[in-house]
């Protein structure tokens, strides 16, 4: 999916997107899809949700094999870092947007390409510092045992989503407030856009530096707030799925709590909280985001509900063995994103399609290049597995910290992915005991707890958004 809304992203002509006028005058067969198309590009946050979800099932396996809980924190640390200095080297060099793209679209050397890198917080940054958040929390949750109160660890993380969620307009009114106007850096008072390459550094260094952390926090495009959020929440999902008592109802939960998130967008949108402005490539506002989120909790958890909790595995194990080749170089493949350029220039030569420039294709031009694309890269992958993915960036960081802290990784033995691991299949031993949790010294439902953390949750949005936007 990230390749496929990558190529409509790099090579369709966006005036469909913002022009509603053209848009309207379009066949229904073109609008509906490039509709859906732009809704998936707003769901820059599924791979921080599932990344943390995998990386927190890792984690609790680690330690139910006996391994020592800081020896695994110190891991997860190095990982979270790692990957934060791949995303800077990945945005500044190695994508369509730093270094390697721009010379290609734009046929120019700038400086600006490269130090623009610094201040973009995509999709790894945040994975690199939830992983670095994530893993300090967990630490201290687990120890002495933390790790069997399970309904705790839970109740602690989702309070924390909703507080980070809820807060994303008094952080971004507080930075608009405050530090905008004390700092000269001149961007987008509403999505902090970069808008010239003057922008970036002023003449105090420290000053400068600061511009980082701040971006960090609320700037473009998956800033801590509010996508920590949905750290929090793939965290969660990765602590129900690694217990080794499955109850029936946890993903019909996960269903009810995705279909909810949007019902709380929609109203938004409906009743003037939030206006559900429609952005891409930028940070989103609270009604889109949460449209965005409920949307990827949904589907995942109805992909729960019909595959581990159905038993239907062994059908997806096959299906899914094409998919695991991609997905163990997922890191790469993105950070690498202009390896398809001497296809993209092979196409422009031979077939005289403008596949040089940017935003130049219509609809099946567009559709033609991306299935193109992924040809290409596929024959590259599979090339790449005879040799385990050498060299790649999962190549170096697993050999990197396995040497570090002693624990042997098979994330990169094709054999041992593609043909021996087994999907979770939770069907032959399902509780159907209701779930409750303990408030106060007494048992109560887990969804009626769910219900009043979430209409509070729901009611701190809210006001948030009447008060500081």
């Known amino acids: 999916m990230m390749i496929v809304l990558h190529n409509f992203q790099h090579l369709y002509d966006v005036k469909t997107l913002t022009d509603p006028d053209y848009l309207l005058t379009l066949p229904v067969y073109i609008i509906l899809p490039v509709i859906f198309l732009a809704y998936l590009g707003s769901w820059a946050g599924l791979f921080l949700l599932i990344s943390m979800s995998a990386n927190v099932i890792a984690f609790d396996r680690r330690i139910q094999q006996g391994v020592d809980i800081t020896k695994l924190r110190n891991r997860q640390l190095m990982n979270g870092f790692a990957i934060l200095v791949i995303a800077f080297i990945t945005e500044m060099f190695t994508t369509y947007a ?18 623009r890198g610094l201040f973009n917080w995509e999709t790894l940054n945040a994975v690199g510092l939830s ?31 909703f507080l980070v969620i809820a807060l994303e307009p008094v952080v971004n009114y507080l930075i608009r407030r405050f530090i ?22 002023s003449n105090n260094v420290v000053e400068t530096l600061f511009r980082i952390p701040v971006i ?61 402005n429609v952005t891409l490539g930028f940070r989103p506002d609270s009604a889109w985001y949460l ?6 909790v949904l589907t995942l958890s109805v992909f729960l509900y019909f595959v581990e909790y159905r038993g239907n595995t062994v059908g997806f194990k096959k299906i899914s063995r094409y998919w695991r080749r991609w997905g163990m170089l997922a ?23 403008p596949t040089n420039k940017n935003h130049t294709l219509n609809e099946f031009q567009t559709l ?9 890269l596929d024959i590259i992958l599979r090339l790449w597995s005879r ?30 992915v593609i043909d021996e691991v087994e999907p979770l299949d939770f069907s032959a031993e399902l509780d159907d005991t209701p779930v409750e949790v303990t408030v106060m010294g007494r048992k109560v439902p887990a969804w009626a707890v769910g219900v009043v953390l979430f209409l509070l949750f729901a009611a701190m949005l809210c006001g948030t958004n009447y008060l500081f936007n």
């Open 387 to 416: 040799v385990n993915f050498k060299y790649s960036w999962e190549w170096i960081i697993v050999n990197l910290f396995s040497r570090k802290t002693g624990i042997k990784s098979e994330r990169l033995n094709i054999v041992y």
């Open 331 to 353: 890191l790469t493949i993105y950070a690498f994103q202009p390896i398809d350029i001497p296809l993209r220039e092979f196409i422009h030569v031979v077939f005289g399609l």
């Open 291 to 296: 449209l965005g989120l409920g949307g990827q």
């Open 216 to 276: 960090a926090l609320n700037g473009h495009l998956e800033p801590l707030f509010p996508f920590l959020g949905t750290a929090f929440v793939g965290t969660i999902f990765g602590i129900v799925l690694s217990q080794e008592v499955q109850r029936r109802s946890y993903p019909k939960y996960g269903i009810l709590f995705g279909l909810a998130l949007i019902g709380l967008a929609l109203f938004m949108a409906a009743f003037g909280f939030d206006p559900m």
């Open 98 to 115: 730093g270094l390697a793209g721009n010379l290609y679209t734009r046929r120019k050397f700038e400086w600006f390409n490269i130090y």
């Open 180 to 201: 905008y106007l004390w700092w000269t850096y001149a961007f987008d008072e509403r999505q902090y856009k970069l808008n010239s390459q003057t922008n970036f550094f």
């Open 131 to 161: 992983i670095v958040i994530t893993s300090l929390l967990l630490h201290r949750l687990y120890k002495d045992g933390g790790d069997q109160k399970v309904g705790r660890n839970i109740g602690v993380l989702a309070v924390l989503s």
């Open 368 to 376: 033609f290049v991306t299935i193109m694309v992924l040809i290409y």
